[in-house]
């Protein structure tokens, strides 16, 4: 068997939902390590629509505490990072492709087509929330396997009063809170869980 497969297998099916943690204090860099892989997640148009805020201090913590339904692991963990998706994506698209443009990657014409078909897209406040959601949930995952490959354990929250978390942290109108995730070191190890089995997830194969 490949090792990076076999490595990689092990990482996704040792990871759980650990909801109780030991003290332990994140320097910046190992957190900065974490989220620079978060941010290598693939997105729609390459727009990268998720947003990082990192709930680090005690006060930060109790501040958000009663907002994530005094759930412990809030309290207990390294940092909680609250995952954020961006409703308005489109505004740094020019960014990305200004670049790509410089240097050569793309024509002028399929720089102009592809901002065009973005822009219109976004026309649509829907798609906007979904794509914000969709893209933002694929960063948080590779956040959670990074973690786990670097020895710390995460839980993935949707238990929170996202109105009371835009408000008490002053969250911009164009991001939208997609999940919580608490990442430490675990003082217990996840609860197991029983997974649906293939027959049941695949409708089927055509």
């Known amino acids: 068997?490949?090792?990076?497969?076999?490595?990689?297998?092990?990482?996704?099916?040792?990871?759980?939902s650990v909801k109780r943690y030991d003290t332990y204090e994140m320097p910046k860099e190992e957190l900065d390590e974490l989220l620079t892989l978060a941010a290598s997640a693939p997105s729609s148009w390459n727009i990268q629509h998720w947003r990082y805020l990192a709930i680090q201090s005690e006060e930060a913590k109790q501040r958000l505490l009663p907002i994530?339904?005094?759930?412990?692991?809030?309290?207990?963990?390294?940092?909680?990072?609250?995952?954020?998706?961006?409703?308005?994506?489109?505004?740094?698209?020019?960014?990305?492709?200004?670049?790509?443009?410089?240097?050569?990657?793309?024509?002028?014409?399929?720089?102009?087509?592809?901002?065009?078909?973005?822009?219109?897209?976004?026309?649509?406040?829907?798609?906007?929330?979904?794509?914000?959601?969709?893209?933002?949930s694929l960063s948080a995952m590779q956040l959670m396997l990074a973690a786990k490959a670097k020895g710390f354990d995460t839980c993935a929250m949707g238990g929170f009063n996202s109105a009371s978390l835009v408000k008490e942290f002053n969250i911009p109108d164009r991001y939208v809170p997609v999940m919580l995730i608490t990442i430490g070191k675990a003082a217990q190890p996840?609860?197991?869980?029983?997974?649906?089995?293939?027959?049941?997830l695949v409708l089927e194969t055509l």
Do not use: H
Not at 1 to 16: D, I, Y
Not at 105 to 127: P, S
């Open 1 to 16: 068997m490949n090792p990076n497969f076999q490595a990689v297998k092990e990482v996704m099916l040792s990871r759980g």
């Open 68 to 136: 994530a339904y005094n759930q412990i692991q809030v309290t207990e963990s390294s940092v909680v990072i609250v995952i954020l998706g961006d409703m308005e994506a489109n505004k740094g698209a020019r960014i990305v492709y200004d670049e790509d443009l410089a240097q050569g990657e793309l024509t002028q014409e399929i720089y102009d087509r592809t901002l065009g078909q973005i822009d219109g897209a976004y026309q649509n406040k829907q798609y906007a929330r979904d794509a914000a959601f969709l893209n933002a």
């Open 190 to 200: 996840a609860r197991p869980t029983n997974r649906l089995d293939l027959d049941t």
